[in-house]
C-alpha cells in the first residue's frame, strides 16, 4: 500500500464548517427575527391604506405556506441544480423580495413581495443551511448548531431594536431601503455554503485499517457457463472493474468449478479476484468497459428486457421519495415536531396580548417578554457549553425539552403577578432552545445524508401547511371565548402529542431491542451447545 492511499476524508468538523455556520445564521437572523417584527414595520403602513388587523395574520401565514412547497421540492433542485446553486437562488430572491416591498401600496403587493418571494426564498435557503450543517459536522453537531443558533439569537435580539431606530430615523420607506441592504447579505451566508468535498479533512488510517485494506480479497466465483445480467446494484462494481489498472487483469483466472452470481458483493471497495470466468465471463467483463451509467441510471443492451415505464403516481413518489411516509418513526418524528413548533411558536404571540389583558403596562410586558428571551439565548450557549462535554442525542434533548415545557406550561397558567410570571417565563424560555436548536439535528441523526434534504423539505411541507390549517381554527376559539386559558390548555395539548407518542416509541424500541438481545443470546447458546457435544464411534 503507497503512503498516498495511508488516509481517509472524514467531514472537517470545523475549519470552513465555522463560516457556514455564520452563512446560516445571515439568513435566519433576517427571516425569523422579521416575522415578530412585521407589526413594528408594516403597522402603520397596513392602518394607512384601511388594512384590518387579520390582514397581518394572513400575510405570515402565507409566509409559512409558500416556504413549505418551497421546501417540498429543494431535494429534488439540489440533485439536479446542486445545493449551493439552489441556496443562492434563493438569496437573491429573499433580497429581490425586500426590495419588492418598497414599492408596496396595497395588501396585495405585500403578499406577493413578502409572502411568496420571500417565503419561497427561505424555503430553499433553509435546507441548503441543515443539509450543508449536517455534512460538515458529524462528532460535535450539537455543540456547532448552538453556536450558531446563538448568533441567530444575538441578531433576533437586535432586530427590533435596529429597526425601531430606522424607523424613527429614515421612516417606513427609509427602513425598507436599509432593510434591503441587510437582507442582501443573504446572498453571502449562501455562497459560502462549499461542497464539504472541498475542505475535507484527511486521516490517517490506523494499523488494523491498513492491515485490513491491504489483506482482504473477495474471491468471486462464476459459474463458466452463467451469462451475466446487469442489476442495478451492479453498474458501480462493474465500472471499478472495467477501470482496473492493466495489471490487476492478471487476477483474472479461467478454472473450472461452481460459483455465484457477483450481486452479492454490494458496495465492496476491496481487491476483488474472479476467479472460474469462462470465455463468456471474460467477454462481458470486455463489454462493460463500455459506458454503463447515463445520467446516473445504467444503460440496457441488445439482450436486456425493456425496462418498464413509471406511472406518474410512481414519478411523483421518486421525484418527493415520499416512500419516507412508509417509515413510522419518520412520521412520528414529523408529526411530533410540527405540533410542538405550532405550540411554541403561537404561544409566545399570544402571551404578550395575554399579559395586556391581566393589566400588565407596556413597560412590564415588554421586561418579562425581554426576560424570556435572554433566558432563550443562555440556554443556548449553556448547550453549546454543555454539548463539548456530554454527547446526549438531539432527539432526547427535544423530547426533554417537551416534557418539560408541558409542566411549564401548566405552572403558567395559574401565575397572575409580576415576580412569578418573569420566573416563568424565564424556564419556558430556556426550555425553548431545547426545540428550536437540535430540531434539524433529529432528522440529521435519523435520516442518511443522501435524503436529508428531502426527509426535511417533507417535514417543512407537513408544518408550514399544519400551521396555516389549525392557526385560524385556535384563533377563532380566542375571539369567541376570549378565555386565554382555554387556548394555552389547547397549545399544550399539542406539545402532548409531540412528547407521548415520543415516549411510546422508545419504549417500544427498547423493548424491542432487549427482546432482540435475549432471542441472539439464546441461539449463541444452543449452538455452543451443539458444537460441544461429540459423537464416539
Known sequence: ????????????????????CIGMALPFTSALAALPSFGLVFGDFLKSIGAETSAMAIITSAFFSAMSFAGLFSGSLFQRFGMRAVGVTGGILYFLGTGMQLF???????????????????????????????????????????????LIGLGSMLYPIVMQKLMQWYGFRGCLLVLTGLNAHAVLGMLVMHPVEWHMRPVPLSDEELQLKETTTVVVRIQP?????????????????????????????????????????????????????????LHSLQSSRRPSMVGGSPTTNATAPDVPKK??????????????LKKPIYVNIVL?????????????????????????????????????????????????????????????????????????????????????????????????????????LVFADYLPKERFATGYGL?????????????????????KTRDYLLVFNILNGFMILCAVPWVIEVLIVKFRRRNKIERNNVDHEDVTDAGSTTVVH
Request: hydrophobic residues 50%; aromatic residues 12%; proline residues 5%.
Open 336 to 440: 411530533g415536531i410540527t405540533f410542538a413548533l405550532y405550540s411554541d411558536i403561537t404561544f409566545f404571540t399570544m402571551q404578550p396580548v395575554y399579559l395586556f389583558e391581566l393589566g400588565y403596562s407596556r413597560l412590564d410586558t415588554a421586561t418579562i417578554i425581554a426576560i424570556g428571551a435572554a433566558a432563550d439565548l443562555t440556554s443556548r450557549i449553556f448547550l453549546a457549553v454543555t454539548a463539548v462535554c456530554i454527547q446526549v442525542p438531539s432527539r432526547y434533548i427535544y423530547l426533554a425539552g417537551a416534557v418539560f415545557t408541558v409542566f411549564a406550561r401548566f405552572v403558567f397558567n395559574g401565575i397572575t403577578e409580576f415576580v412569578g410570571m418573569a420566573c416563568i417565563t424565564a424556564v419556558i424560555g430556556f426550555l425553548r432552545t431545547w426545540l428550536h436548536v437540535p430540531l434539524p
Open 1 to 20: 500500500m503507497k503512503k498516498s492511499k495511508s488516509y481517509k476524508l472524514e467531514a472537517p468538523d470545523g475549519g470552513w464548517g465555522i463560516l457556514v
Open 225 to 281: 457457463e452463467t451469462p451475466l445480467k446487469i442489476t442495478e446494484a451492479e453498474p458501480k462494481f462493474l465500472r471499478r472493474l472495467s477501470h482496473a489498472p492493466p495489471d490487476e487483469h492478471h487476477m483474472l483466472k479461467v478454472i473450472s468449478s461452481r460459483a455465484s452470481s457477483i450481486t452479492s458483493l454490494g458496495n465492496w471497495s476491496g481487491p476483488v479476484v474472479v476467479s472460474d470466468a469462462s470465455p463468456q465471463m
Open 459 to 479: 417535514f417543512m411541507f407537513t408544518q408550514g401547511n399544519a400551521m396555516f390549517l389549525i392557526g385560524p381554527i385556535v384563533g377563532i376559539i380566542r375571539d
Open 104 to 150: 408596496a401600496t396595497s395588501t396585495m403587493h405585500l403578499m406577493l413581495a413578502f409572502s411568496l418571494v420571500q417565503g419561497l426564498a427561505f424555503g430553499l435557503m433553509v435546507p441548503t443551511c441543515y443539509t450543508t450543517f449536517n455534512h460538515y459536522f458529524v462528532k460535535n453537531r450539537v455543540m456547532w448548531m448552538s453556536f450558531a443558533q446563538t
Open 311 to 324: 406511472g406518474w403516481i410512481r414519478s411523483v413518489v421518486d421525484f418527493l421519495d415520499l416512500t419516507l
